[in-house]
């Protein structure tokens, strides 16, 4: 499987209308600049310390220069269009929005006391990436466009790089700790959910095993304190029981 671009008018409507909220947000930061940024994108330190917590949603969606916006929707329409049937809509919003958001716990935690926002839908493209390499791990892929490779060993290596980024350039302008956080987060949730469906499904309890603990239960009642203890709904099951199995009980 190769990835490949779509129409816009063949992408699913979830797909299709994130990389509208895109476009929007770009817009609109074009239009505010900070003032857009500091109370709708993610600022840790208002985050953490305001409780700020719509900025955990709110952050993807904005963007800041052509070139973001550009290829966080270039990655939202080469995966969604693959990612959102095989999900279904609802669930790949959910996701989408889900690994943006643990995105941003993850960034917040790192640097609780960063006023520098973080803006930008990479953390949930990212993790849209962890799902098209947990989904089709043997998918050939084309790394930064130049280097063929599966998806399993593209996500291994920018998990690893993405990593070495954060620990090493802990001042950049580039969240890489918030691309670890989306991508690490999408790998997280749907391997929980596979082992979750492969739970051994409890067997039912056998018919005939219940209705026998239920005649022992009701002749340990006639031992100790006689038939004329049980009820005519009981003394009815017992002599059911004798006539499907030959005899009284």
Do not use: D, K
């Given at each position: 499987m190769r990835l490949s671009a779509a129409p816009l008018n063949e992408l699913p409507p979830v797909t299709k209308w994130l990389a509208g909220l895109f476009f929007a947000g770009w817009l609109a930061e074009l239009a505010l600049g900070f003032k857009l940024n500091f109370y709708f994108g993610l600022v840790p330190f208002n985050f953490v310390s305001q409780f700020w917590l719509w900025q955990a949603f709110t952050y993807i969606l904005i963007h800041a220069g052509f070139w973001h916006f550009l290829f966080n929707a270039f990655m939202l329409w080469m995966l969604g269009r693959i990612l959102e049937p095989v999900m279904g809509s609802r669930k790949f919003l959910l996701y989408f929005f889900g690994c943006g958001a643990a995105a941003a716990l993850v960034t917040a935690a790192w640097a609780p006391d960063?006023?520098?926002?973080?803006?930008?839908?990479?953390?949930?493209?990212?993790?849209?990436?962890?799902?098209?390499?947990?989904?089709?791990?043997?998918?050939?892929?084309?790394?930064?466009?130049?280097?063929?490779?599966?998806?399993?060993?593209?996500?291994?290596?920018?998990?690893?790089?993405?990593?070495?980024?954060?620990?090493?350039?802990?001042?950049?302008?580039?969240?890489?700790?918030?691309?670890?956080?989306?991508?690490?987060?999408?790998?997280?949730?749907?391997?929980?959910?596979?082992?979750?469906?492969?739970?051994?499904a409890r067997p039912e309890p056998d018919p005939a095993v219940l209705e026998r603990a239920e005649i022992d239960r009701l002749l340990e009642k006639i031992s100790a304190k006689g038939q004329a203890a049980l009820s005519r709904a009981e003394l009815k099951k017992l002599d059911e029981y004798a006539r499907k199995n030959g005899g009284r009980a």
């Open positions: 960063s006023l520098r926002p973080v803006i930008g839908a990479s953390g949930a493209v990212y993790g849209l990436l962890g799902a098209f390499a947990f989904l089709y791990p043997q998918a050939q892929v084309s790394f930064y466009f130049l280097f063929p490779m599966s998806a399993r060993t593209m996500a291994l290596l920018l998990g690893a790089l993405e990593f070495v980024m954060t620990v090493s350039r802990p001042g950049s302008g580039i969240s890489s700790i918030t691309h670890l956080g989306g991508l690490a987060a999408g790998l997280l949730w749907l391997w929980g959910e596979r082992r979750w469906r492969q739970r051994p």
